[in-house]
Protein backbone atom coordinates (compact mmCIF):
# COMPACT_ATOMS: atom_id res chain seq x y z
CA UNK A 1 0.00 0.00 0.00
CA UNK A 2 1.28 3.27 -0.87
CA UNK A 3 1.06 7.14 -1.82
CA UNK A 4 2.87 8.22 -4.62
CA UNK A 5 3.39 11.46 -6.41
CA UNK A 6 4.71 11.71 -10.22
CA UNK A 7 6.36 14.62 -12.06
CA UNK A 8 7.62 15.64 -15.56
CA UNK A 9 9.06 18.74 -15.63
CA UNK A 10 11.89 20.86 -17.79
CA UNK A 11 11.35 19.76 -21.34
CA UNK A 12 6.87 20.44 -21.91
CA UNK A 13 3.69 19.82 -20.95
CA UNK A 14 4.46 19.75 -17.06
CA UNK A 15 2.59 17.68 -14.92
CA UNK A 16 1.79 16.66 -11.35
CA UNK A 17 0.22 13.13 -10.72
CA UNK A 18 -1.04 11.20 -7.53
CA UNK A 19 -1.51 7.66 -6.86
CA UNK A 20 -2.85 6.00 -3.81
CA UNK A 21 -3.09 2.13 -3.83
CA UNK A 22 -3.31 2.04 -7.44
CA UNK A 23 -6.70 4.53 -7.36
CA UNK A 24 -5.52 7.62 -9.78
CA UNK A 25 -6.38 10.20 -7.46
CA UNK A 26 -5.44 13.32 -8.77
CA UNK A 27 -3.45 14.88 -12.22
CA UNK A 28 -3.19 17.76 -14.10
CA UNK A 29 -0.89 20.01 -16.34
CA UNK A 30 0.48 22.86 -14.71
CA UNK A 31 -0.10 25.16 -17.66
CA UNK A 32 -3.89 24.96 -16.55
CA UNK A 33 -2.87 26.86 -13.22
CA UNK A 34 -0.37 29.13 -14.80
CA UNK A 35 -2.05 30.09 -17.97
CA UNK A 36 1.36 29.62 -19.51
CA UNK A 37 0.50 26.86 -22.82
CA UNK A 38 2.94 24.14 -22.67
CA UNK A 39 4.93 25.14 -19.42
CA UNK A 40 7.99 23.15 -18.91
CA UNK A 41 8.55 24.80 -15.19
CA UNK A 42 8.48 22.54 -12.19
CA UNK A 43 4.58 22.27 -11.25
CA UNK A 44 4.76 23.70 -8.34
CA UNK A 45 0.74 24.24 -8.40
CA UNK A 46 -0.18 21.39 -9.84
CA UNK A 47 1.83 19.34 -7.06
CA UNK A 48 -0.20 21.65 -4.79
CA UNK A 49 -3.89 20.77 -6.12
CA UNK A 50 -2.69 16.90 -6.15
CA UNK A 51 -2.26 16.80 -2.87
CA UNK A 52 -4.95 19.36 -1.28
CA UNK A 53 -6.99 16.65 -3.41
CA UNK A 54 -5.85 13.65 -2.49
CA UNK A 55 -5.59 15.02 1.60
CA UNK A 56 -1.91 13.74 2.06
CA UNK A 57 0.92 15.69 2.94
CA UNK A 58 4.89 15.75 1.27
CA UNK A 59 5.60 13.80 4.19
CA UNK A 60 3.43 10.87 3.81
CA UNK A 61 4.36 10.13 0.23
CA UNK A 62 6.22 6.82 0.03
CA UNK A 63 7.86 8.23 -3.21
CA UNK A 64 8.10 11.17 -5.28
CA UNK A 65 8.95 9.75 -9.01
CA UNK A 66 10.42 11.80 -12.00
CA UNK A 67 9.41 10.65 -15.63
CA UNK A 68 13.00 10.15 -16.61
CA UNK A 69 16.80 9.38 -16.17
CA UNK A 70 18.23 12.80 -16.73
CA UNK A 71 21.65 11.47 -16.02
CA UNK A 72 20.95 8.81 -19.23
CA UNK A 73 19.46 11.60 -21.32
CA UNK A 74 22.73 13.59 -20.47
CA UNK A 75 24.85 10.44 -21.43
CA UNK A 76 23.08 10.88 -25.05
CA UNK A 77 23.37 14.37 -25.34
CA UNK A 78 27.03 13.85 -24.87
CA UNK A 79 27.59 11.05 -27.02
CA UNK A 80 25.36 12.84 -29.64
CA UNK A 81 27.84 15.74 -29.74
CA UNK A 82 30.81 13.77 -29.97
CA UNK A 83 29.36 11.51 -32.97
CA UNK A 84 28.95 14.96 -34.72
CA UNK A 85 31.58 16.66 -34.23
CA UNK A 86 32.52 19.24 -34.69
CA UNK A 87 29.05 20.08 -36.08
CA UNK A 88 26.93 21.79 -33.40
CA UNK A 89 29.86 23.21 -31.22
CA UNK A 90 28.04 26.21 -30.78
CA UNK A 91 24.59 24.13 -29.24
CA UNK A 92 26.78 22.52 -27.48
CA UNK A 93 28.89 25.04 -25.28
CA UNK A 94 24.65 26.58 -25.29
CA UNK A 95 23.44 23.80 -23.34
CA UNK A 96 26.52 22.77 -21.30
CA UNK A 97 25.71 25.26 -19.10
CA UNK A 98 22.10 24.71 -18.59
CA UNK A 99 22.60 20.85 -17.97
CA UNK A 100 25.22 22.00 -15.51
CA UNK A 101 23.57 23.80 -13.63
CA UNK A 102 20.22 22.31 -13.68
CA UNK A 103 19.68 19.07 -15.08
CA UNK A 104 22.63 17.14 -13.93
CA UNK A 105 21.18 18.65 -10.24
CA UNK A 106 17.52 17.40 -10.71
CA UNK A 107 17.75 15.46 -7.54
CA UNK A 108 18.72 19.40 -5.47
CA UNK A 109 15.60 21.16 -7.72
CA UNK A 110 13.11 19.21 -7.41
CA UNK A 111 13.62 18.73 -3.62
CA UNK A 112 13.91 23.11 -3.36
CA UNK A 113 10.50 22.94 -5.79
CA UNK A 114 8.86 20.73 -3.29
CA UNK A 115 9.67 23.08 -0.13
CA UNK A 116 8.32 25.58 -2.12
CA UNK A 117 4.85 23.41 -1.89
CA UNK A 118 5.16 23.33 1.89
CA UNK A 119 7.70 21.83 4.68
CA UNK A 120 8.78 18.22 4.84
CA UNK A 121 11.47 16.38 5.97
CA UNK A 122 14.23 15.84 2.79
CA UNK A 123 15.93 13.31 4.49
CA UNK A 124 13.22 10.98 4.70
CA UNK A 125 12.00 11.77 1.15
CA UNK A 126 12.27 8.91 -1.54
CA UNK A 127 12.99 10.16 -4.92
CA UNK A 128 12.90 7.78 -7.85
CA UNK A 129 14.15 7.93 -11.81
CA UNK A 130 12.19 5.35 -13.88
CA UNK A 131 13.07 4.99 -17.87
CA UNK A 132 11.10 8.14 -19.97
CA UNK A 133 9.27 5.29 -22.08
CA UNK A 134 8.78 3.21 -18.74
CA UNK A 135 6.75 5.98 -17.76
CA UNK A 136 4.75 6.47 -20.85
CA UNK A 137 4.39 2.30 -20.90
CA UNK A 138 3.19 2.40 -17.30
CA UNK A 139 0.63 5.35 -18.44
CA UNK A 140 -0.97 2.96 -20.66
CA UNK A 141 -1.18 -0.24 -19.43
CA UNK A 142 -1.85 0.00 -15.84
CA UNK A 143 -5.38 2.01 -16.34
CA UNK A 144 -6.00 0.01 -19.20
CA UNK A 145 -8.79 -2.85 -19.11
CA UNK A 146 -5.88 -5.69 -20.20
CA UNK A 147 -4.55 -7.78 -17.30
CA UNK A 148 -1.61 -8.12 -20.22
CA UNK A 149 -1.18 -7.00 -23.75
CA UNK A 150 1.72 -5.39 -25.90
CA UNK A 151 2.51 -1.92 -25.58
CA UNK A 152 3.76 0.21 -28.08
CA UNK A 153 4.84 3.55 -27.34
CA UNK A 154 6.24 6.07 -29.76
CA UNK A 155 7.82 10.10 -29.31
CA UNK A 156 10.36 12.47 -30.24
CA UNK A 157 12.84 11.38 -27.95
CA UNK A 158 13.15 10.01 -23.95
CA UNK A 159 17.10 9.52 -22.75
CA UNK A 160 17.76 7.46 -26.18
CA UNK A 161 14.84 5.47 -27.13
CA UNK A 162 12.21 7.02 -29.31
CA UNK A 163 10.01 4.17 -29.47
CA UNK A 164 9.91 0.61 -27.64
CA UNK A 165 7.68 -2.82 -27.74
CA UNK A 166 6.36 -3.58 -24.47
CA UNK A 167 4.87 -6.92 -22.49
CA UNK A 168 2.32 -5.74 -19.92
CA UNK A 169 1.67 -9.00 -17.90
CA UNK A 170 -0.13 -8.12 -14.66
CA UNK A 171 1.94 -6.04 -12.06
CA UNK A 172 5.29 -5.71 -14.82
CA UNK A 173 6.41 -4.47 -17.72
CA UNK A 174 8.92 -5.76 -19.61
CA UNK A 175 10.73 -3.75 -22.67
CA UNK A 176 10.98 -6.10 -25.79
CA UNK A 177 12.78 -4.10 -28.02
CA UNK A 178 13.72 -0.29 -28.48
CA UNK A 179 14.40 2.37 -31.26
CA UNK A 180 17.22 4.60 -30.82
CA UNK A 181 18.18 8.40 -31.24
CA UNK A 182 18.30 10.12 -33.88
CA UNK A 183 15.88 7.75 -35.86
CA UNK A 184 12.53 8.96 -34.59
CA UNK A 185 8.79 8.74 -36.04
CA UNK A 186 8.08 11.74 -33.46
CA UNK A 187 11.10 13.88 -34.24
CA UNK A 188 10.35 13.17 -38.39
CA UNK A 189 6.40 14.39 -37.90
CA UNK A 190 7.53 17.28 -35.94
CA UNK A 191 10.40 18.42 -38.60
CA UNK A 192 7.41 18.12 -41.50
CA UNK A 193 5.36 20.57 -38.60
CA UNK A 194 8.34 22.65 -38.20
CA UNK A 195 8.71 22.98 -42.54
CA UNK A 196 4.90 23.57 -43.06
CA UNK A 197 5.03 26.55 -40.43
CA UNK A 198 3.87 25.45 -37.01
CA UNK A 199 5.12 25.05 -33.84
CA UNK A 200 6.87 22.07 -33.23
CA UNK A 201 5.27 20.14 -29.67
CA UNK A 202 2.50 21.56 -29.98
CA UNK A 203 1.59 22.21 -33.76
CA UNK A 204 1.64 18.79 -34.67
CA UNK A 205 -2.07 18.30 -34.37
CA UNK A 206 -2.70 21.16 -36.90
CA UNK A 207 -0.36 18.96 -39.40
CA UNK A 208 -2.81 15.86 -39.07
CA UNK A 209 -5.93 18.50 -39.30
CA UNK A 210 -4.22 19.72 -42.52
CA UNK A 211 -3.37 16.42 -44.40
CA UNK A 212 -7.22 15.51 -45.82
CA UNK A 213 -7.23 18.59 -47.57
CA UNK A 214 -4.43 17.00 -49.68
CA UNK A 215 -5.16 15.71 -52.74
CA UNK A 216 -4.92 11.60 -52.26
CA UNK A 217 -4.92 10.81 -56.11
CA UNK A 218 -3.03 13.46 -57.26
CA UNK A 219 0.81 13.12 -59.15
CA UNK A 220 2.17 15.46 -56.63
CA UNK A 221 1.33 14.29 -53.28
CA UNK A 222 2.51 10.87 -54.81
CA UNK A 223 5.23 12.60 -55.61
CA UNK A 224 6.11 14.11 -52.51
CA UNK A 225 5.42 10.26 -50.70
CA UNK A 226 8.24 8.84 -52.72
CA UNK A 227 10.79 11.67 -51.89
CA UNK A 228 10.14 11.06 -48.47
CA UNK A 229 10.68 7.74 -49.14
CA UNK A 230 13.93 7.47 -50.94
CA UNK A 231 15.79 10.64 -49.42
CA UNK A 232 14.75 10.87 -45.57
CA UNK A 233 13.18 7.92 -43.89
CA UNK A 234 14.19 4.39 -44.85
CA UNK A 235 10.89 2.33 -43.12
CA UNK A 236 12.23 -0.96 -42.16
CA UNK A 237 9.29 -4.18 -42.48
CA UNK A 238 9.73 -4.31 -38.47
CA UNK A 239 8.59 -0.75 -38.48
CA UNK A 240 11.83 0.77 -37.31
CA UNK A 241 13.11 3.63 -39.32
CA UNK A 242 16.75 5.19 -40.47
CA UNK A 243 16.76 9.01 -40.90
CA UNK A 244 19.07 10.78 -43.02
CA UNK A 245 20.26 13.21 -40.66
CA UNK A 246 21.79 15.58 -43.44
CA UNK A 247 18.10 16.46 -43.73
CA UNK A 248 17.77 17.42 -39.93
CA UNK A 249 19.62 19.68 -37.54
CA UNK A 250 17.59 18.89 -34.19
CA UNK A 251 20.63 16.35 -33.33
CA UNK A 252 22.90 19.15 -32.39
CA UNK A 253 22.12 21.93 -33.73
CA UNK A 254 19.14 24.74 -33.28
CA UNK A 255 16.78 24.23 -35.57
CA UNK A 256 14.16 20.92 -36.50
CA UNK A 257 15.77 20.87 -40.49
CA UNK A 258 18.31 21.38 -42.84
CA UNK A 259 16.09 24.11 -44.32
CA UNK A 260 17.71 24.41 -47.71
CA UNK A 261 18.09 20.72 -48.57
CA UNK A 262 14.10 20.22 -47.23
CA UNK A 263 13.52 23.56 -50.04
CA UNK A 264 15.05 22.29 -52.70
CA UNK A 265 13.86 18.38 -52.39
CA UNK A 266 9.86 19.35 -52.16
CA UNK A 267 10.35 22.80 -54.58
CA UNK A 268 8.78 25.23 -52.35
CA UNK A 269 10.16 27.40 -48.85
CA UNK A 270 10.41 26.91 -45.73
CA UNK A 271 6.74 28.60 -44.91
CA UNK A 272 6.54 31.10 -41.96
CA UNK A 273 4.46 30.84 -38.88
CA UNK A 274 1.27 32.15 -39.95
CA UNK A 275 2.20 31.84 -43.90
CA UNK A 276 -0.66 31.12 -46.53
CA UNK A 277 -1.53 27.81 -46.85
CA UNK A 278 -1.40 26.54 -50.68
CA UNK A 279 -2.53 23.36 -52.51
CA UNK A 280 0.90 21.43 -52.48
CA UNK A 281 1.21 22.17 -48.63
CA UNK A 282 -1.54 20.18 -48.33
CA UNK A 283 -0.59 17.89 -50.22
CA UNK A 284 3.13 17.09 -48.53
CA UNK A 285 1.27 16.87 -45.14
CA UNK A 286 -0.95 14.43 -47.05
CA UNK A 287 2.24 12.31 -48.04
CA UNK A 288 3.88 12.69 -44.27
CA UNK A 289 0.71 11.85 -42.66
CA UNK A 290 0.39 8.52 -44.75
CA UNK A 291 4.26 7.58 -44.11
CA UNK A 292 3.62 8.27 -40.36
CA UNK A 293 0.78 5.90 -40.87
CA UNK A 294 2.69 3.03 -42.58
CA UNK A 295 5.13 3.27 -39.90
CA UNK A 296 2.48 2.82 -37.18
CA UNK A 297 0.96 -0.25 -38.91
CA UNK A 298 4.21 -1.75 -39.27
CA UNK A 299 5.39 -1.59 -35.73
CA UNK A 300 1.66 -2.66 -34.40
CA UNK A 301 2.45 -5.73 -36.57
CA UNK A 302 6.07 -6.28 -34.90
CA UNK A 303 4.38 -5.59 -31.59
CA UNK A 304 2.03 -8.39 -31.99
CA UNK A 305 4.85 -10.95 -33.17
CA UNK A 306 7.45 -10.55 -30.46
CA UNK A 307 4.15 -10.58 -27.94
CA UNK A 308 1.74 -12.38 -29.37
CA UNK A 309 -0.66 -10.64 -27.37
CA UNK A 310 -4.31 -10.10 -28.78
CA UNK A 311 -4.48 -6.80 -26.85
CA UNK A 312 -2.04 -3.09 -27.46
CA UNK A 313 -1.70 -0.66 -25.33
CA UNK A 314 -0.43 2.90 -26.83
CA UNK A 315 1.29 6.18 -25.24
CA UNK A 316 3.68 8.75 -26.64
CA UNK A 317 3.22 12.11 -28.17
CA UNK A 318 2.95 10.03 -31.45
CA UNK A 319 -0.59 8.29 -29.64
CA UNK A 320 -2.02 10.84 -29.60
CA UNK A 321 -2.21 11.05 -34.01
CA UNK A 322 -5.59 10.04 -33.89
CA UNK A 323 -5.78 9.26 -37.95
CA UNK A 324 -3.36 7.13 -37.45
CA UNK A 325 -5.18 5.34 -34.38
CA UNK A 326 -8.14 5.43 -36.76
CA UNK A 327 -6.11 3.46 -39.53
CA UNK A 328 -4.64 1.12 -36.35
CA UNK A 329 -8.20 0.14 -35.09
CA UNK A 330 -9.64 -0.79 -38.68
CA UNK A 331 -6.35 -2.97 -39.59
CA UNK A 332 -7.91 -5.79 -36.83
CA UNK A 333 -4.39 -6.66 -35.93
CA UNK A 334 -5.04 -6.19 -32.17
CA UNK A 335 -8.75 -7.76 -31.19
CA UNK A 336 -8.46 -4.62 -28.68
CA UNK A 337 -6.38 -1.23 -28.69
CA UNK A 338 -6.75 1.32 -25.67
CA UNK A 339 -4.73 4.70 -26.10
CA UNK A 340 -3.94 6.76 -23.08
CA UNK A 341 -5.27 9.98 -23.20
CA UNK A 342 -2.99 12.40 -21.72
CA UNK A 343 -0.06 10.36 -23.60
CA UNK A 344 2.56 13.22 -24.41
CA UNK A 345 4.89 13.80 -21.85
CA UNK A 346 2.34 15.48 -19.24
CA UNK A 347 1.29 11.67 -18.66
CA UNK A 348 4.45 10.54 -17.83
CA UNK A 349 3.82 12.07 -14.62
CA UNK A 350 1.25 9.66 -13.72
CA UNK A 351 2.98 6.79 -15.68
CA UNK A 352 6.17 7.67 -13.41
CA UNK A 353 3.80 7.26 -10.18
CA UNK A 354 2.30 4.07 -11.61
CA UNK A 355 5.65 2.36 -12.39
CA UNK A 356 6.98 3.00 -9.18
CA UNK A 357 3.45 1.96 -7.54
CA UNK A 358 3.98 -1.69 -9.27
CA UNK A 359 7.51 -2.07 -10.62
CA UNK A 360 9.06 -0.58 -7.25
CA UNK A 361 6.93 -1.31 -4.61
CA UNK A 362 5.26 -4.61 -6.47
CA UNK A 363 2.14 -3.73 -5.68
CA UNK A 364 -0.16 -6.52 -7.16
CA UNK A 365 -2.64 -5.21 -9.80
CA UNK A 366 -6.31 -5.95 -8.81
CA UNK A 367 -8.53 -6.85 -11.75
CA UNK A 368 -8.16 -4.25 -14.39
CA UNK A 369 -11.20 -2.03 -14.38
CA UNK A 370 -13.60 -1.54 -16.97
CA UNK A 371 -13.24 0.81 -19.21
CA UNK A 372 -10.07 1.86 -17.77
CA UNK A 373 -8.99 3.54 -13.82
CA UNK A 374 -8.83 7.12 -15.65
CA UNK A 375 -12.25 8.05 -14.71
CA UNK A 376 -13.24 9.23 -18.02
CA UNK A 377 -9.81 11.19 -17.38
CA UNK A 378 -12.18 13.70 -15.62
CA UNK A 379 -9.07 14.43 -12.45
CA UNK A 380 -8.54 17.81 -12.25
CA UNK A 381 -9.98 20.37 -9.61
CA UNK A 382 -13.56 20.99 -9.71
CA UNK A 383 -15.20 24.04 -8.13
CA UNK A 384 -18.20 25.23 -5.98
CA UNK A 385 -21.23 27.32 -6.98
CA UNK A 386 -19.49 29.59 -3.96
CA UNK A 387 -16.35 29.41 -6.10
CA UNK A 388 -18.36 30.29 -8.78
CA UNK A 389 -20.26 33.35 -7.57
CA UNK A 390 -17.28 34.81 -6.26
CA UNK A 391 -16.02 35.33 -9.72
CA UNK A 392 -20.11 36.47 -10.79
CA UNK A 393 -19.53 39.29 -8.17
CA UNK A 394 -16.58 40.17 -9.07
CA UNK A 395 -17.12 40.84 -12.97
CA UNK A 396 -21.20 42.39 -11.50
CA UNK A 397 -21.87 39.19 -13.98
CA UNK A 398 -26.13 38.99 -14.48
CA UNK A 399 -27.01 35.25 -14.84
CA UNK A 400 -29.78 32.74 -13.97
CA UNK A 401 -29.80 29.75 -11.36
CA UNK A 402 -31.72 26.59 -12.34
CA UNK A 403 -32.42 24.29 -9.20
CA UNK A 404 -33.11 21.43 -11.59
CA UNK A 405 -29.93 20.46 -13.80
CA UNK A 406 -32.74 18.45 -15.94
CA UNK A 407 -34.32 21.97 -16.66
CA UNK A 408 -30.72 23.69 -17.01
CA UNK A 409 -30.04 20.84 -19.89
CA UNK A 410 -33.40 21.21 -22.01
CA UNK A 411 -33.04 25.40 -21.60
CA UNK A 412 -29.43 24.56 -23.33
CA UNK A 413 -30.02 22.38 -25.39
CA UNK A 414 -32.84 25.01 -26.69
CA UNK A 415 -30.38 27.29 -27.18
CA UNK A 416 -27.67 25.27 -29.10
CA UNK A 417 -30.92 24.52 -31.38
CA UNK A 418 -30.87 28.15 -31.74
CA UNK A 419 -27.29 28.34 -33.37
CA UNK A 420 -25.85 29.53 -30.74
CA UNK A 421 -22.59 28.64 -28.98
CA UNK A 422 -22.31 27.74 -25.48
CA UNK A 423 -19.25 27.63 -23.35
CA UNK A 424 -19.55 24.35 -20.97
CA UNK A 425 -18.17 24.51 -17.44
CA UNK A 426 -18.84 21.21 -14.81
CA UNK A 427 -17.17 18.92 -12.48
CA UNK A 428 -13.63 17.95 -12.24
CA UNK A 429 -11.52 19.50 -15.05
CA UNK A 430 -9.56 17.13 -17.78
CA UNK A 431 -6.53 15.48 -17.68
CA UNK A 432 -4.70 15.84 -20.93
CA UNK A 433 -4.90 18.16 -23.98
CA UNK A 434 -8.52 17.09 -25.01
CA UNK A 435 -11.52 18.72 -23.94
CA UNK A 436 -14.22 15.70 -22.90
CA UNK A 437 -16.92 17.66 -22.07
CA UNK A 438 -16.04 19.52 -18.76
CA UNK A 439 -14.51 22.27 -19.90
CA UNK A 440 -15.71 22.28 -23.59
CA UNK A 441 -17.10 25.35 -26.19
CA UNK A 442 -20.12 23.48 -27.43
CA UNK A 443 -22.62 24.05 -30.62
CA UNK A 444 -24.60 22.43 -32.85
CA UNK A 445 -23.01 19.71 -35.45
CA UNK A 446 -26.56 20.38 -37.98
CA UNK A 447 -25.51 24.20 -38.77
CA UNK A 448 -23.92 24.59 -41.90
CA UNK A 449 -21.46 27.85 -41.02
CA UNK A 450 -20.42 26.67 -37.71
CA UNK A 451 -17.08 25.59 -38.45
CA UNK A 452 -16.19 29.21 -39.61
CA UNK A 453 -17.61 30.62 -36.92
CA UNK A 454 -16.46 28.44 -34.34
CA UNK A 455 -12.51 29.25 -36.40
CA UNK A 456 -12.92 32.46 -36.89
CA UNK A 457 -15.05 34.49 -34.07
CA UNK A 458 -14.56 31.69 -30.74
CA UNK A 459 -11.57 30.20 -31.33
CA UNK A 460 -9.41 32.63 -33.20
CA UNK A 461 -7.39 30.06 -35.37
CA UNK A 462 -6.57 29.14 -38.56
CA UNK A 463 -9.97 28.78 -40.75
CA UNK A 464 -8.99 24.63 -41.88
CA UNK A 465 -8.85 23.12 -38.40
CA UNK A 466 -11.54 20.80 -37.74
CA UNK A 467 -14.06 20.20 -34.85
CA UNK A 468 -15.03 16.94 -33.20
CA UNK A 469 -18.30 15.17 -32.50
CA UNK A 470 -19.29 14.28 -28.80
CA UNK A 471 -22.02 11.30 -29.61
CA UNK A 472 -24.27 9.42 -27.05
CA UNK A 473 -22.15 6.30 -27.07
CA UNK A 474 -25.36 4.26 -27.44
CA UNK A 475 -25.85 6.22 -30.71
CA UNK A 476 -22.75 6.29 -32.24
CA UNK A 477 -23.65 3.67 -35.19
CA UNK A 478 -26.16 6.12 -36.42
CA UNK A 479 -23.55 8.59 -37.38
CA UNK A 480 -20.06 7.01 -37.82
CA UNK A 481 -18.40 3.28 -38.77
CA UNK A 482 -16.90 3.00 -35.71
CA UNK A 483 -17.14 -0.60 -33.50
CA UNK A 484 -15.09 0.97 -30.52
CA UNK A 485 -15.79 3.23 -27.88
CA UNK A 486 -13.64 6.43 -28.04
CA UNK A 487 -14.03 7.82 -24.94
CA UNK A 488 -10.88 10.74 -24.95
CA UNK A 489 -11.14 11.75 -28.83
CA UNK A 490 -8.44 9.88 -30.00
CA UNK A 491 -9.88 7.86 -32.60
CA UNK A 492 -10.80 9.03 -36.02
CA UNK A 493 -14.15 7.12 -38.13
CA UNK A 494 -15.78 7.59 -41.00
CA UNK A 495 -19.10 9.34 -41.18
CA UNK A 496 -21.79 6.98 -42.11
CA UNK A 497 -22.60 6.46 -46.07
CA UNK A 498 -25.72 7.59 -45.29
CA UNK A 499 -25.35 11.00 -44.74
CA UNK A 500 -22.87 11.87 -46.91
CA UNK A 501 -23.44 14.44 -49.25
CA UNK A 502 -22.38 14.02 -53.00
CA UNK A 503 -19.42 15.87 -53.87
CA UNK A 504 -18.69 17.53 -57.23
CA UNK A 505 -16.83 15.70 -59.77
CA UNK A 506 -13.43 18.06 -59.53
CA UNK A 507 -13.88 17.78 -55.76
CA UNK A 508 -10.31 16.58 -55.59
CA UNK A 509 -8.47 19.43 -58.11
CA UNK A 510 -10.37 21.84 -55.44
CA UNK A 511 -8.21 24.18 -53.40
CA UNK A 512 -8.54 24.08 -49.55
CA UNK A 513 -10.75 27.35 -48.77
CA UNK A 514 -12.87 25.90 -51.85
CA UNK A 515 -13.35 22.22 -50.30
CA UNK A 516 -13.75 23.67 -47.24
CA UNK A 517 -17.49 25.38 -47.79
CA UNK A 518 -18.84 22.76 -49.90
CA UNK A 519 -21.36 20.71 -47.47
CA UNK A 520 -20.45 16.98 -47.06
CA UNK A 521 -22.73 15.73 -44.98
CA UNK A 522 -25.85 16.51 -42.71
CA UNK A 523 -22.83 17.09 -39.85
CA UNK A 524 -20.91 19.46 -41.90
CA UNK A 525 -19.00 20.88 -39.08
CA UNK A 526 -17.67 17.72 -37.31
CA UNK A 527 -17.21 16.02 -40.69
CA UNK A 528 -13.74 16.12 -42.19
CA UNK A 529 -12.74 16.50 -46.21
CA UNK A 530 -12.32 12.92 -46.46
CA UNK A 531 -15.33 11.85 -44.34
CA UNK A 532 -13.78 11.30 -41.40
CA UNK A 533 -14.46 12.51 -37.75
CA UNK A 534 -12.71 12.87 -34.69
CA UNK A 535 -15.24 10.86 -32.58
CA UNK A 536 -15.72 10.90 -28.83
CA UNK A 537 -18.18 8.44 -27.22
CA UNK A 538 -20.20 10.08 -24.30
CA UNK A 539 -20.97 7.42 -21.95
CA UNK A 540 -23.85 7.43 -19.10
CA UNK A 541 -20.81 6.27 -16.43
CA UNK A 542 -18.24 8.49 -16.91
CA UNK A 543 -19.99 11.93 -17.72
CA UNK A 544 -23.71 11.61 -16.92
CA UNK A 545 -23.68 15.81 -16.82
CA UNK A 546 -22.69 15.83 -20.40
CA UNK A 547 -24.68 12.61 -21.46
CA UNK A 548 -27.92 14.36 -20.08
CA UNK A 549 -27.17 17.49 -22.39
CA UNK A 550 -26.60 15.69 -25.38
CA UNK A 551 -29.60 13.65 -24.57
CA UNK A 552 -31.99 16.83 -24.03
CA UNK A 553 -30.57 17.94 -27.36
CA UNK A 554 -31.83 14.37 -29.15
CA UNK A 555 -35.07 14.66 -27.73
CA UNK A 556 -35.69 18.16 -29.13
CA UNK A 557 -33.72 18.25 -32.32
CA UNK A 558 -33.46 13.88 -32.69
CA UNK A 559 -30.16 14.18 -32.91
CA UNK A 560 -27.43 13.19 -30.33
CA UNK A 561 -24.45 14.38 -31.31
CA UNK A 562 -22.85 18.31 -30.82
CA UNK A 563 -19.83 19.84 -31.82
CA UNK A 564 -17.08 19.91 -29.32
CA UNK A 565 -13.80 21.92 -29.26
CA UNK A 566 -11.51 23.07 -25.91
CA UNK A 567 -12.95 25.86 -23.38
CA UNK A 568 -10.03 28.41 -25.10
CA UNK A 569 -8.68 30.28 -27.72
CA UNK A 570 -5.85 29.83 -29.66
CA UNK A 571 -2.28 29.96 -27.43
CA UNK A 572 -4.39 29.73 -24.51
CA UNK A 573 -4.41 26.47 -22.71
CA UNK A 574 -7.93 25.23 -21.73
CA UNK A 575 -9.56 27.15 -18.53
CA UNK A 576 -9.32 25.81 -15.23
CA UNK A 577 -11.86 28.25 -12.74
CA UNK A 578 -14.79 30.04 -13.51
CA UNK A 579 -12.35 33.31 -14.14
CA UNK A 580 -10.38 31.64 -16.48
CA UNK A 581 -14.18 30.63 -18.56
CA UNK A 582 -15.97 33.81 -17.66
CA UNK A 583 -13.15 36.18 -19.53
CA UNK A 584 -12.58 33.62 -22.36
CA UNK A 585 -16.64 33.69 -22.74
CA UNK A 586 -16.23 37.59 -22.58
CA UNK A 587 -13.61 37.79 -25.19
CA UNK A 588 -14.93 36.18 -27.54
CA UNK A 589 -18.55 35.94 -29.67
CA UNK A 590 -19.41 32.74 -27.28
CA UNK A 591 -23.23 33.79 -26.77
CA UNK A 592 -23.91 31.89 -23.28
CA UNK A 593 -21.47 30.47 -20.45
CA UNK A 594 -22.86 27.80 -17.99
CA UNK A 595 -21.31 27.37 -14.93
CA UNK A 596 -22.43 24.34 -13.20
CA UNK A 597 -26.35 25.14 -12.83
CA UNK A 598 -25.82 28.93 -13.49
CA UNK A 599 -26.52 30.34 -17.10
CA UNK A 600 -24.91 33.99 -18.43
CA UNK A 601 -25.91 35.35 -21.41
CA UNK A 602 -23.25 37.52 -23.53
CA UNK A 603 -25.68 39.95 -24.42
CA UNK A 604 -26.46 41.32 -20.53
CA UNK A 605 -23.52 41.33 -19.57
CA UNK A 606 -21.34 45.07 -18.63
CA UNK A 607 -19.27 46.01 -21.74
CA UNK A 608 -20.40 42.48 -23.35
CA UNK A 609 -19.33 44.33 -26.61
CA UNK A 610 -15.64 45.29 -25.88
CA UNK A 611 -13.74 42.21 -26.27
CA UNK A 612 -10.25 43.95 -25.79
CA UNK A 613 -10.87 44.80 -22.49
CA UNK A 614 -11.35 41.25 -21.77
CA UNK A 615 -8.89 39.68 -24.17
CA UNK A 616 -5.85 38.39 -22.84
CA UNK A 617 -2.49 37.96 -24.93
CA UNK A 618 -1.21 34.67 -25.46
CA UNK A 619 1.01 33.42 -27.45
CA UNK A 620 -0.01 31.79 -30.78
CA UNK A 621 0.55 28.49 -30.70
Not at 103 to 120: A, N, Q, S, Y
Not at 183 to 204: D, K, P
Not at 414 to 435: C, H, S, T
Amino acid sequence: MSIILGISAFYHDSAAAIVHNGEIIAAAQEERFTRKKHTPDFPLRAIKYCLEESGFTIDELDAVVFYDKPLLKFERLLETYYAFSPKGLRQFILSMPIWLKEKMFLKRILLEGLKDVEKFDSKKLKLLFPEHHVSHASSTFYPSPFKESAILTIDGVGEWATATISLGQGNKIRVLKEMRFPHSVGLLYSAFTYFLGFRVNSGEYKLMGLAPYGNPLSEETIKFINLIKENIVNIKEDGSIWLDQDYFDYAVGLKMINENKWENLFGFKTVKPDGEIMQHHCNLALAIQQVTEEIVIKMAKEAKRVTGSDYLCLSGGVALNCVANGKLLKSNIFKEIYIQPASGDAGGALGAALAAQYMYFGQERNNPTSPDSMKGSYLGPEFSDKEALICFKKYKAVFNHFDSFDDLCKNVAALIDKANVVGWFQGRMEFGPRALGNRSIIADARNLEMQKKLNLKIKYREGFRPFAPSVLAEDVKNYFDLDSPSPYMLLVSDVKESRRKSLPENYNELNLWEKLYIERSDLQPITHLDFSARVQTVHKESNIKYWKLINSFKELTGYSVLVNTSFNVRGEPIVCTPEDAFRCFMSTEMDYLVINNFVLEKRKQLDWENKEKWLTNFKKD
